[in-house]
């Protein structure tokens, strides 16, 4: 479970109250860096006063054994990054994301698919909500969302806020789910993507299908480029390393970069960078000036 905060609380007793992480190979993982605050506290309902400057992971992990001491519950108090995702994956069959954001969002559903286990998602906004599957070798998340939204053109839960009541719909279906994809009793949100709307307690559902011009995952990126939250490249440009740059080449949208090669026209010719430009050392001082800024 990525997430302990609004989602991770629905979800997660839910899960325990089910029997997950019981089995004699069973466990139950949680992963999270953030700490309990008193604002969270009106949709976190695993957290209470008392755990407040506490870990998340730490707080829900004596919540959930308390509900059953004989869940297993591994706790992991960090934040999903590319360097740590697949490691962590390795011991699981299913992933679920609770997260708050495109850039943990892309990355869970990268991740999943490499490591070819299915992922079940959830998304909460002020009244509304989302909750979707992705099955292996099905239609997934970036099917549905091939790219990510312009920085700044959608608000998070802590700019925007969320109904608590949102947090629990959308929790409960998530929850379900799991259950679903981990027995196989019932239809999981194959293609399918549920919407929540609190104000008119209606729900809607989307179909969708796989998208055959869709990039093959081969790798984890750096997912704040790929989102555009990147606040500037990543290293200095003096250090600069030939997988640094292939990754902001990669990235969706493209940053902006001006890729000069300064070789002489026949090594150019040999091999070059798609869209770099090539202006030969001894041409440079006087082609400068002409260069897009």
């Not at 099955?135 to 939204?149: E, I, K, Q």
């Not at 925007?160 to 279906?173: D, H, K, M, R, T």
């Amino acid at each position: 479970m990525i997430g302990a905060g609004g989602l991770g609380s629905v979800v997660l007793p839910q899960l325990v109250g089910s029997g997950v992480g019981t089995a004699p190979e069973g466990r139950l993982g949680i992963i999270d860096d953030d700490v309990v605050e008193l604002s969270n506290l009106h949709r976190q309902h695993l957290h209470t006063t008392t755990d407040l400057g506490r870990l998340k992971v730490d707080s829900a992990a004596d919540r959930l054994r308390e509900m059953d001491p004989a869940v297993t519950i591994v706790t992991y108090p960090e934040r999903l990054t590319s360097e740590n995702a697949l490691a962590v994956l390795a011991d699981y069959d299913v992933l679920v994301d609770g997260s708050d954001g495109f850039v943990t969002r892309y990355l869970a559903a990268d991740a999943a698919t490499l490591r070819g286990i299915p992922l079940v998602w959830g998304a909460v906004l002020q009244f509304d909500g989302q909750v979707g599957v992705a099955p292996v070798g099905g239609p997934g998340y970036r099917d549905l969302f091939p790219t990510p939204p312009d920085p700044g053109t959608v608000l998070d839960c802590a700019t925007g806020g969320v109904l608590p009541a949102v947090c629990g719909v959308v929790g409960a279906i998530m929850a379900s789910q799991v259950i679903t994809v981990i027995t196989g009793v019932g239809d999981s949100l194959l293609g399918r993507v549920t919407t929540y709307d609190a104000r008119s307690g209606r729900f809607r559902e989307v179909a969708f299908e796989r998208d055959p011009f869709a990039p093959i995952i081969t790798e984890l990126i750096d997912y704040d480029v790929f989102c555009g939250t990147a606040a500037e490249v990543p290293v200095a440009l003096d250090e600069l390393t030939p997988p640094d740059l292939a990754t902001l080449l990669a990235a969706q949208p493209l940053p902006p970069v001006l890729l000069i090669d300064v070789r002489e026209p026949w090594e150019h010719a040999l091999a070059a960078i798609e869209g770099s430009t090539l202006v030969p050392l001894g041409q440079f001082s006087e082609a400068i000036a002409d260069l897009p800024r």
